[in-house]
């Protein structure tokens, strides 16, 4: 005989589908977003982490982030550098992480970091001949344009392959600690980074070593055409966290002071050997992903509007103004100051050579080129006798 259920069980049923329903909200209150400075910038906010002195600095390096990438998309439309990738709208995550950080940790870049380059000293003239590609670039030409490594200022090389650069930012932290040295390391990736392997491979180890890393991610809303609703069903980034066993924060992206606090929070925790940190730093990305990519094709405007609102630049500024530390005088000044400093830059990157050596092909591969690479090396410069054209194919007809 058929049994029917019982209304009392169905009722348990029900109300175990509803507190099944509910747990990944609980989940999302346990990281709510950590901001300190209001959205449009006005009023006090909750805490202070920088000196007015600092905080001047900080606004100045995101607003010459800001000009170095609306100058070198316009150089890329005009053909002068063949690629660029810029963090348009993520100007306070980028510094308010690498600010929060000390100078002798090393930063693992994802590829819209260039501002931390420069912030860690990496001469802005070294960053436009990578751009170019010319006997100046530290990476030979090797690399791609537009992916730079800054040693002395402990930058690595960029990572354009999605999350690579998140076990090696914690295997050079993982290394840093078996030798004693005080190094925390951070790393930057995407919310479309966070369904990697190489992210589950990080966060995994780090978390089971309690590895000094911090890991950025930017969520910046597209993985390229790819919505951040697409790409995990999880509610949050940061609550990625608990299945490693780390601390996980969600933090508004776009407010500078809340970037810098809760990287300081998370560094001390790595100092103090308590192990990673995922930081969420929620932002936008208000521009294409690459100067290759056209998001009209896949991202209504409508959806950007509301972005453009929560500018962290213009909610900086107003915080300064408030605060009264810029004028708009002082802000025009600095304006025309950081397009002088890029443009004489460009000037300089562009005075170099435009071609690397030809022996350079070979150089920095392995200590010592192989005979392979020497054979290679002879047999291209032959071709080149033969043929000059072959030296520069732009220049074929
Ligand atoms: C392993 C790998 N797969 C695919 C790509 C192509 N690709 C380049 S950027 C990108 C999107 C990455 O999005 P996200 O991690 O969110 O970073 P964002 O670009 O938004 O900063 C993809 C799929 C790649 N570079 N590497």
Redesign the pocket.
Known sequence: MRRTTEPRELRRRENGAAKEAAAPKAEAERYPLFRLLAEDGAGAPAESPLADGELLSLYRWMVLSRQLDERMVAMQRQGRIGFYIGAIGEEATVLGTAAGMQPGDWIFP?Y?EHAAALYRGMPMAALFCDMLGNAADLMLGHQMPCHEAWRPGHYASIS???GTQIPQAVGAAWAARIKGEEMVSLVY?????TSSNDFHTGLNFAGVHKVPTVFVC?N?G???SVPRERQTASETIAQKAVAYGIAGERVDGNDLLAVVAATRRARARAAAGEGPTLLECVTY?LEG?STSDDPKAYRPVELVEPWRKKDPLTRLRRHLTERGLLAEAGDQKLLAEVKEEILAAIKQAEAADPKPPLETLIQGVYAEPMWQQREQLEEVRAAIALDPRVANPRHQS
């Open positions: 994802c819209r354009s392959p999605i990736f995407g919310e479309g980074a930017r910046n597209w993985a390229i990305r992903h």
